[in-house]
């Protein structure tokens, strides 16, 4: 199943366009990353090229989803990320099923919050103390979690990605129902319905992210 959302996009760094050497690494690198992931578990690492030809890239589909949706995802980045990008030496995509990124620079096992994307539900909790404690804040609604580092990362690099990420809903999401922080190395999300699967004990069940409800903000940690 291909992804219901778009994909957004964060480009930076140098252009690598009229660079043979470097578009064919980036090519590589991607491909690879679809390979891998695809049929290793959602998750996979790839390197090409010498010098300063050289392509770091990662990809990573959330824990929950399955192997073809996974699949369909990380085809979709690969296919995007050249497009939004235009050959970018420092490229990342966000799905809400998958994640990939590349950049000339060796990136694996380091923790990256610098960029990422907010999806900002439109409303507000009507119990907004409780409800800023991530707690049932009424007894008929629950609130529903997720969070997940990417697999390079060491358990204490994971926590302190995960520590920043949700340190900013405050910021970011304030008291609104839903609400997810997606950076390059880890995600949390908070909903009042089930957005993950099985979708109340059906494997197949589903739970589409309707983001025509949601606020998008793609936020940059300049030094």
């Known amino acids: ?12 760094g140098t252009s690598y366009a009229g660079s043979n050497k470097a578009v064919a690494g980036i090519n ?11 049929t290793g578990g959602g998750f996979a690492t790839s390197t090409a090229g010498k010098g300063k030809y ?7 589909c959330r824990g929950d989803v399955s192997a073809a ?9 690969a296919k995007q990320l050249p497009i939004s990008c235009s050959s970018s030496s420092d490229a990342r995509i966000w799905y809400d099923y998958c994640f990939m990124l590349y950049d000339n620079s060796n990136f694996i096992g380091q923790s990256d919050t610098d960029a990422g994307v907010v999806y900002v539900n ?44 949700v340190s900013r809903f405050g910021e970011y999401c304030g008291a609104q129902v839903g609400c ?7 995600r949390v999300r908070h909903e009042i319905y089930p957005f993950y699967f099985p979708v109340d004990g059906d ?3 589903r739970a589409a992210t309707d983001l025509t409800k949601y606020t998008k903000i793609v936020v940059r940690v300049h030094p």
Do not use: H, W
Request: aromatic share 8%; hydrophobic share 40%.
């Open 69 to 77: 949706d996974c699949a369909a995802c990380l085809t979709a980045d």
């Open 122 to 165: 439109v409303q507000v909790a009507d119990n907004a103390k409780a409800f800023a404690k991530l707690v049932e804040y009424t007894p008929f609604v629950s609130v529903y979690g997720l969070a997940q580092c990417t697999r390079d990362l060491a358990p204490l690099t994971c926590a302190q990605c995960l520590s920043t990420a």
């Open 54 to 60: 050289v392509v770091y890239g990662l990809a990573q």
């Open 180 to 186: 997810q922080i997606n950076y390059s190395s880890c």
């Open 1 to 12: 199943m291909m992804p219901t959302d778009t994909g957004t996009s964060y480009c930076a």
């Open 203 to 205: 494997p197949g069940g």
């Open 28 to 38: 590589s690198v991607l491909a690879d990353l679809v390979a891998t992931g695809s």
